[in-house]
Antibody, heavy 121, light 107 residues
Framework: EVQVVESGGGLVQPGGSLRLSCAAS????????MHWVRQAPGKGLVWVTR????????SYADSVKGRFTISRDNAKDTLYLQMNSLRAEDTAVYHC??????????????WGKGTTVTVSS | DIQMTQSPSSLSASVGDRVTITCRAS??????LNWYQQKPGKAPKLLIY???NLQSGVPSRFSGSGSGTDFTLTISSLQPEDFATYYC?????????FGQGTKVEIK
């Protein structure tokens, strides 16, 4: 079964750090670009960041640039999100998603259920 | 950033109704438009890609149309399992952006 499963969420104080993981299975992880998308409580989906197949190219939302770092370990079929200098507004469920599509017509076709990050003192 | 605006934000409908959700982009995105369905506590699910292409396994009662700045998701005959929140999303340029969502509720 093709799936991605997130882990690593939890309660962290403002200014703290957290590292999320996303374990992929059922597909050749190294062939796919990957994304993180978050959803604050009761709110909509917000794209956070993406990474290409070998990790050489990344892109971030302005709201997390300089604080979050996306990376991947293709040998372990795992995607990561290192989150530093966390703020209350980073509180959300964080989903990882697989990018699919061709010729720039991309979408996110496999999603995880997410892991919850709560930033509070 | 490209702003995506959905309407309505919520709607009430009955089983068997035809439902239409609109998504407008702040600039032309040709057909770089996807639709997702999300149920409470669940992962989003891809329904439609490139504005009008049905994702594998998605029932044919779902359809998408549009190009440029104006797009539509239609459910031809609403079923009980379709009560959910629907999001449009552009992949024309980063940052990828989503509409605010349309919650489809039971009437």
């Amino acid at each position: 079964e093709v799936q991605v499963v997130e882990s690593g969420g939890g309660l962290v104080q403002p200014g703290g750090s957290l590292r999320l993981s996303c374990a992929a299975s059922g597909f050749t992880f190294s062939n796919y670009w990957m994304h993180w998308v978050r959803q604050a409580p009761g709110k909509g989906l917000v794209w956070v960041t993406r990474i290409n197949t070998d990790g050489s190219s990344t892109s971030y939302a302005d709201s997390v640039k300089g604080r979050f770092t996306i990376s991947r370990d293709n040998a372990k079929d795992t995607l990561y999100l290192q989150m530093n200098s966390l703020r209350a507004e980073d509180t959300a469920v964080y989903h990882c998603a697989r990018q699919s599509g061709d010729y720039y017509y991309y979408n996110m076709d496999v999603w995880g259920k997410g892991t919850t990050v709560t930033v509070s003192s | 950033d490209i702003q995506m605006t959905q309407s309505p934000s919520s709607l009430s409908a009955s089983v068997g109704d035809r439902v239409t959700i609109t998504c407008r982009a702040s600039q032309s995105i040709t057909t770089y438009l996807n639709w997702y369905q999300q149920k409470p506590g669940k992962a989003p699910k891809l329904l439609i890609y490139i504005a009008s292409n049905l994702q594998s396994g998605v029932p044919s009662r779902f359809s998408g149309s549009g190009s440029g700045t104006d797009f539509t998701l239609t459910i031809s005959s609403l079923q009980p399992e379709d009560f959910a929140t629907y999001y449009c999303q552009q992949s024309y340029t980063t940052p990828w952006t989503f509409g605010q969502g349309t919650k489809v509720e039971i009437k």
